[in-house]
């Protein structure tokens, strides 16, 4: 019997971001990766399921810092963790296999051209650190290229300049603004373009305008639109992110 899996799922939830007193912390982002994550263990299908989560420890819990998470090094959602998967995922991955990618947390963006005002999505992990679009889609295409068909689910806003006024009152936004300090705890350097031929630096950000183009073997779904925030809001088992409590 063939043991290996077909499936693969990457689920990353942050509602406590460690070392970041600026960023408000979430409280939905958890839940929605661990709903997901009790989902995919019912399915009968053969799926490799890795979820990385940063959870505020409670008040009573007096052995840990108001900094720390109760989650440990190994599956907090830092940027190396999330690389390090991405490219198991890669590497261990075969033609037909199928990737699913969901992240529930903060999500802004960065201007990268001033003069035409285009800007690339970056999603905030734990300890200060971004995963940049661009790098994010060099991933997708790597997995694409080995014929395997993706669902990437972004919970999360993707913008700063306009902000929607018809929020849901009570709920928590999936924004942060773009902060250039957290820069100096960031990686610009792209892990997943040193095995990628078409690579090319000129055309390397994910943008809010080309995302969703000429998708091929994959799927994005994501909360809002490039210019509207995301919230989360009550339901009936606790707070959630919109998007992931009625997609599954």
């Given amino acids: 019997m063939n043991n290996q ?3 693969w799922a990457l689920l990353i939830g942050i509602n406590h971001y460690i070392e970041s007193n600026d960023v408000k912390p979430l409280e939905g982002a958890v839940p929605d990766v661990v709903a997901f994550k009790e989902f995919l263990q019912g399915d009968s299908t053969k799926t490799d399921i890795t979820i990385l989560t940063s959870t505020k420890p409670s008040s009573a819990d007096s052995s840990t810092s108001s900094f720390d998470s109760i989650e440990d ?5 830092t940027r190396d963790n999330v690389v390090r998967h991405l ?4 590497e261990s991955g075969k033609p037909g296999h199928h990737v699913y990618i969901h992240f529930s947390g903060h999500g802004t963006r960065r201007k990268i051209d001033e003069k035409s005002k285009t800007s690339a999505i970056a999603l905030l992990l734990v300890r200060n650190q971004f995963l940049f679009g661009e790098h994010l889609r060099n991933a997708l295409k790597q997995m694409i290229d080995k014929k395997m068909t993706v669902m990437l689910v972004l919970d999360c806003c993707f913008s700063d300049s306009v902000l929607r006024t018809d929020r849901i009152v009570g709920a928590e936004i999936r924004f942060t603004p773009y ?17 990628d031929p078409t690579y090319n630096s000129r055309d ?31 339901a009936s088992d606790g707070r959630r992110g919109a998007l ?3 997609l599954l």
């Fill in 5 to 7: 899996p077909t499936h």
């Fill in 73 to 77: 090094t190994q599956h907090l959602p």
């Fill in 87 to 90: 490219k198991r995922i890669i």
């Fill in 179 to 195: 902060n250039t300090a957290f820069e100096a705890y960031s990686n610009f350097e792209n892990p997943f373009h040193l095995h």
């Fill in 204 to 234: 390397s950000n994910m943008t809010m305008k080309d995302q969703l183009l000429d998708p091929s073997g994959y799927t994005i779904l994501t909360a809002c639109g490039p210019h509207d925030t995301a919230s989360e809001f009550k």
């Fill in 244 to 246: 992931s409590y009625f």
